[in-house]
């Protein structure tokens, strides 16, 4: 844009021509920071309220006013390399309890939410029919062991008498064979005994884990059809989380990895269970299962966690969090760095990043500042070197007497 002179613009007031010309020739934007506004009073340089631009500004001089809570103080603590993961914890078993024979329900003895155990019945069929089948087979089994005990007493006595010379060998083939088939309908009598027994015994539906009743899919009375969902039963003393884990962090993994989880406002510890042997060709990605011990309960199955599976954790580093590290713009490098107090003043001090630690927050810093220093935190405004530092909300030295 071409500058006007000055004398070429005679309608215009005389401060807002000033104002229009500095800006339209490319003055400077910013005002000096003591610079005094039409009708008010000059005041000291102060850091404006919002954001900082990008980088942390290039403010110098002036003041800020800080809280303590804007304010860390540098000390040795864990950083953890992890591998972020999230989802839902299930049961670890789900089951579902279906009916093995046909008939009608006489009993229910459980609803949704009642906590069973394994072997606990959970309902019964009427059962007079398979009882009286039952008393039937056990008959037969009577007279069919009877039958082959006195098969087997003739035959020992034909062998006898036969050694004897009494009795001829057509004699003793024929006892034997009596014996054999008489044994052979005792054997046929116990098969129908455990066959019986068997539907009597599923007259009764019996929880085959210890668990939580999910769900009640019938009622008191109702005739049902052999194969038909009557219960699930969920173990909950166990939850399980299915992630997926990008295939290239795949090499860390193994089982009995540490993997700390929030859920339900809760910091719970799992461990790797299982990770699968292959990578998804879709998502490239590897299947990884965490349990999660639940005995009391507490945790609800179908529960949303996020958390991280830790690949390995150092102690006695320089932590800060996050929210400290600041970074200059891409055409300055992109340099990472902090804000120091140091002096009562602001000093940039240039960090180098180690571990980040997203899950909580925290950032390892290997380079550039030392156990002691305090850091601004946040995002309080534009920065600059060499301001002067205010922190309210300490208290001030006592005089001594």
Known sequence: MTCMPLRSLRTASGAALLALLVAACGGDETPPANAATPGK??????????????????????SVILSTADIHKVVPGIIEAGIAVSGNLRPIETVSVRARIEGDLVALNVREGDRVRAGEVLA????????????????????????????????????????????????????????LTAKARYAAAESRVKAASSIERDTRVVSPVNGVVENRNVENGERVTRGAELFTVVRSDVLELTAAVPARRAAALERGLEVRFTADGRSIVGRVARISPTIDLQSQSVTVFVQVPNANGQLKGNTFATGQIIERS??????????????????????????????????????????????????????????GDEIVVGNVGLLGAGMQVQIIGTEAPRARP
């Open 41 to 62: 009073a000059p005041t000291e340089g102060k850091a404006p309220a919002g954001g900082g631009a990008p980088g942390g500004g290039n403010r110098t001089g002036g």
């Open 314 to 371: 150092l102690e006695d580093q320089i932590v800060i969090p996050s929210g400290a590290v600041r970074q200059t713009a891409a055409t300055a490098g992109a340099v990472s760095f902090v804000w120091k107090v140091a002096g009562g003043a602001l000093v940039r001090a240039d960090v180098k990043l180690g571990i980040v630690d997203e899950a909580r927050g925290v950032v390892q810093v290997t380079e550039g500042l030392a156990p």
């Open 124 to 179: 019964e069929f009427e059962r007079s029919e398979q009882e009286a089948a039952l008393r039937s087979a056990q008959a037969d089994e009577l007279a069919a062991r009877t039958e082959a005990t006195t098969a087997q007493w003739n035959l020992d006595q034909t062998k006898e008498l036969f050694t004897a010379g009494a009795v001829a060998e057509r004699d003793l083939r024929t006892a034997e064979a009596v014996a």
